[in-house]
């Protein structure tokens, strides 16, 4: 195994350093790739100089701000044409905490892809607000409905996938750029046959800095499930069974 750990970053500077710290005490045989999107915060700057330091540590900068989803795609490209496996992302304001990452890898010797759940025993949310809990269990809920995925947590980007899954499906037909992204890459895998694990984790709302969330972005998440039914529903693909 030669774990690549993406962490995207769009003005993450004040978490990104003992982030990067933290993941490799936890996964100490695995390298970070940061994607940074010319963060204005200067991530991007302070990126390099940790770099001169750490050699498991590498920056893949964009030139401005083209959403987390293509930002993961490009990390995984960067992470295939290097010989990396598994592939795991992550975000980089320690909503995901690098203590799960031994699970997760772990996990991801025996499933193509692995979850860090927040909706399995064990795991959860902290500091949520009424609204986020309803958003986030709710876009779960229409996910599981429309598309039936066998996991408890399909929005989440705490995941590891193995490569060979990743070079199997087809990532350049992935239409959303934003945060659907996760339910469109998880759909891929589901059609290409990959086998899926959760492991709980607690979402902590984000450490530090902004959040980046809109409206427009969960209304385009949503436009995206019923696309890919109707999708499935040409391909004549039925919905998965939770295990
Ligand atoms: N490279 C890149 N990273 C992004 C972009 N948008 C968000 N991110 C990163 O993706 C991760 C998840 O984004 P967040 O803004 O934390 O989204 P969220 O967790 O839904 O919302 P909050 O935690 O409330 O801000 C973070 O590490 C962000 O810095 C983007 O356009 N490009
Ligand atoms: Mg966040």
């Avoid at 769009?10 to 940074?36: F, G, H, K, T």
């Avoid at 193509?112 to 309803?134: A, C, E, L, Q």
Wanted: hydrophobic fraction near 35%; glycine fraction near 10%.
């Amino acid at each position: 195994m030669r774990p690549l750990i993406i962490a995207s970053t769009y003005n993450e500077r004040d978490n990104i350093e003992s982030l990067v710290r933290e993941i490799l005490i936890q996964a100490p045989q695995a390298n970070v790739l940061v994607v940074d999107d010319n963060s204005p915060d200067g991530t991007g700057q302070l990126v390099r100089e940790l770099m001169t330091k750490e050699s498991r540590l590498h920056l893949l900068a964009r030139p401005g701000k083209l959403g987390l989803g293509t930002a993961i795609l490009d990390g995984m490209r960067w992470g295939l044409e290097r010989g990396y496996d598994p592939i795991c992302t992550m975000d980089a304001d320690f909503s995901h905490h690098p203590k799960y990452l031994p699970a997760i890898l772990e996990g991801s010797k025996k499933y193509d892809v692995m979850i860090g759940s927040r909706y399995i025993p064990g795991g959860g949310t902290r500091n949520w607000g009424i609204h986020r809990k309803i958003l986030s269990k709710g876009s779960n809920l229409v996910s599981w409905i429309l598309l039936g995925f066998p996991v408890h947590d399909c929005t989440g980007c705490y995941r590891a996938y193995r490569a060979d899954l990743l070079r199997k499906i087809d990532r350049d037909s992935i239409k959303s750029s934003g945060y659907s992204f996760v339910e469109e890459v998880l759909e891929l895998c589901y059609r290409a046959g990959a086998t899926m694990g959760e492991t709980p984790i607690i979402f902590e709302d984000r450490r530090a800095g902004q959040s980046k969330i809109s409206k427009k972005e969960i209304f385009r998440a949503v436009g995206t499930l019923f696309r890919l039914r109707w999708q499935r529903i040409r391909l004549g693909i039925r919905p998965g069974r939770r295990s």
